[in-house]
Every structure is written in structure tokens, then in C-alpha cells.
């Protein structure tokens, strides 16, 4: 449907889509509210791990709407986050499921690091797996 007559705005809202259903069949979910929030907390926690160029280099990777999701409520001045665990990684995660909260947040979110690996380049998800200290880069590889 063209609504702007620009391919990259009009095609954005269906690669989100794309990559909704993506992680739902990875996850065996069938609730997409559930999936857009474990996938925007995910991504923004990835974000806030990261040094300020690395989280720009990994946006640089994504496709509009979803570098809009990544970069939504960014504080670059408070980046990266301390400490930086995986368990602090995964209790950021977490404390968004406070009424349903996730039976296992390591696969969860090892289901949107793999999303992210079939969509960007093997070379910048590498480089991001190296930003990141040794336990998490085990989570994310």
C-alpha cells in the first residue's frame, strides 16, 4: 500500500510485521503484544550495553521503524549502563513482564539475538558480541 509514495516509509510497518512473526514462530508465542514488547526491551537493553558508537553502528544495520524502536527514549550520555551482567541484562529485560513474567528470560532473549543475527551483517553482529562482556557475548553468539 502506498501511503507516502516512499518505499522505505511505506514498506516499514510490514518489516516489523516480518520480524514480529519471526520471533512469535521462534518463541512458539502466539501474543504479538507480548513479542513487540520482549523485542523493543530487548533491543533497547542491547542499545544501552553498548558504547555510544557501537549502539550507532548497530542502528546504522536496522531497518527504519525498527531504528526508531531502538533509538526510542535514548540517553547517550548514560550509556553504557553499569554494571553490565547478564544477569543485569536479563532482570532489565524482565522487570517489563511484572504480570506475566518470563518462564525462561535466557531463551526469550536469546530468540531476539538470533532475530537480530539473520538481519544484520555477520560482521556488525560480531563486532556488537565483542563490545560486550564475555558472559553476555555467550547469550548473544
Do not use: C
Not at 548497530?58 to 533509538?71: D, H, K, V
Not at 544477569?87 to 535466557?106: A, S
Not at 555477520?122 to 558480541?129: I, S, T
Amino acid at each position: 500500500m502506498k501511503i507516502s509514495g516512499i518505499a522505505s516509509l511505506d514498506h516499514a510497518p510490514q518489516v516489523v510485521a516480518e520480524w514480529l512473526n519471526e520471533l512469535q514462530e521462534d518463541l512458539g508465542w502466539s501474543d504479538r503484544a507480548r513479542a513487540y514488547l520482549l523485542f523493543r526491551t530487548t533491543l533497547q537493553t542491547v542499545r544501552d550495553f553498548l558504547t555510544v558508537d557501537e549502539a550507532a553502528d548497530l542502528a546504522a544495520q536496522l531497518p527504519l521503524l525498527i531504528r526508531g524502536i531502538f533509538f526510542e527514549g535514548w540517553v547517550p550520555s548514560r550509556t553504557p549502563v553499569h554494571p553490565r551482567s547478564v544477569d543485569d541484562f536479563l532482570e532489565r529485560v524482565t522487570r517489563h513482564f511484572p504480570t506475566e513474567p518470563l518462564v525462561e528470560p535466557d531463551v526469550a532473549v536469546a530468540a531476539v539475538f538470533d532475530l537480530l543475527r539473520r538481519h544484520v551483517s555477520m560482521g556488525e553482529f560480531q563486532q556488537v558480541a565483542w563490545a560486550m562482556r564475555r558472559p553476555l557475548r555467550d547469550l548473544w553468539m
